[in-house]
């Protein structure tokens, strides 16, 4: 069973960047699609950006197009979330997930999140 940690998160002011880590144990991030997703507090989670297994296709969230981007390097087992011009409204716990199909939702593995704090 694949196994994910997140990693990269923190406290960055407004226009700043991040780059967040998924990192895949005990098993292979290669036959999966890989999400992430982001949940602030009272809100429900939401989708941030999507990657095929290939790393050929990507989705994106209106909200986050042209600032994020999503990449995978299968060799090291990781999927990582370039984050660009953060905005305060960026802040929220991101979580990575992976599973058999691209897309939106329907993602069979979660990890335990990390945390971003955009300061205005």
């Known amino acids: 069973q694949v196994q994910l940690v997140e990693s990269g998160g923190g406290l960055v002011q407004a226009g700043g960047s991040l780059r967040l880590s998924c990192a895949a144990s005990?098993?292979?991030?290669?036959?999966?699609?890989v999400g992430w997703f982001r949940q602030s507090p009272g809100k429900e989670r939401e989708f941030v950006a999507a990657?095929?297994?290939?790393?050929?296709?990507?989705d994106y969230a209106d909200s986050v197009k042209g600032r994020f981007t999503i990449s995978r390097d299968n060799s090291k087992n990781t999927v990582y979330l370039q984050m660009n011009s953060l905005k305060p409204e960026d802040t929220a716990v991101y979580y990575c997930?992976?599973?058999?199909?691209?897309?939106?939702?329907?993602?069979?593995?979660w990890g335990q999140g990390t945390q971003v704090t955009v300061s205005s």
């Open positions: 997930a992976a599973g058999p199909r691209f897309g939106r939702q329907s993602y069979t593995y």
């Open positions: 005990g098993g292979t991030l290669r036959p999966y699609a």
């Open positions: 990657v095929t297994m290939s790393g050929n296709i990507k």
